[in-house]
């Protein structure tokens, strides 16, 4: 008796849980963490009950979205060739890829969710290689800390992902304006 082939059910289970985590990042982004779940939902194309079958709860939800954010941010960050980069260039694609998956970011640090330390290394890592790499090399201001830059680095990365939301401009607009602020900024003294 031949044998069926065994349900694939994996790719379904995919494409809802992405759903679900676009439209909970869509939503948190616009609302708050505190946003209706129904409204997540509906964001995502799904019945409460699906949502309530993925995520059994807000922290669930708010936990995985911070982990789908790191992973994705992680990997656009290994993708943008940074270590081949000039360091100018090198700010510009971190900004580039960090804007991209901005509305992720604002729900994690406007609600300071608890995050994985592995997950958080592997974004801060190839960021506090290109700032040390700039204070090196003297593109970047030598009486500055790695630290104190790469603070303000991520608080120059915030502000072109909240232009971009609240200005509705696009990715590279954003990208461009914060990285000429934080260059200008960042540039050792004459």
Do not use: W
């Not at 990997?75 to 943008?80: E, I, K, S, W």
């Not at 604002?106 to 790499?133: F, H, N, S, W, Y």
Request: proline fraction near 4%; include cysteine; aromatic fraction near 4%.
């Amino acid at each position: 008796m031949p044998s069926t082939p065994p349900v694939k059910t994996a790719p379904r289970f995919d494409r809802t849980a992405a759903a679900i985590l676009d439209g909970a990042a869509h939503v948190f982004s616009e609302q708050g963490a505190g946003a209706n779940l129904a409204t997540v939902a509906a964001a995502a194309g799904v019945s409460r009950a699906t949502l309530y079958r993925y995520y059994p709860n807000r922290e669930a939800l708010l936990e995985a979205l911070a982990a789908h954010a790191l992973a994705e941010a992680a990997h656009r960050l290994a993708d943008a060739g940074l270590e081949q980069a000039k360091v100018e260039q090198a700010i510009e694609r971190i900004l580039r890829a960090l804007v991209a998956v901005g509305d992720r970011f604002t729900i994690l640090v406007g609600e300071q969710i608890a995050c994985d330390e592995a997950d958080k290394q592997r974004l801060d890592a190839p960021m506090r290689a290109v700032i040390e790499r700039g204070i090196e090399t003297g593109v970047l201001r030598q009486d500055l800390s790695t630290d104190v830059l790469l603070e303000l680095f991520g608080g120059t990365i915030m502000g072109a992902i909240k232009m971009r939301q609240h200005l509705q401009v696009g990715i590279e607009e954003a990208s461009a304006a914060a990285a000429s602020l934080l260059l200008d900024g960042a540039r050792p003294r004459d």
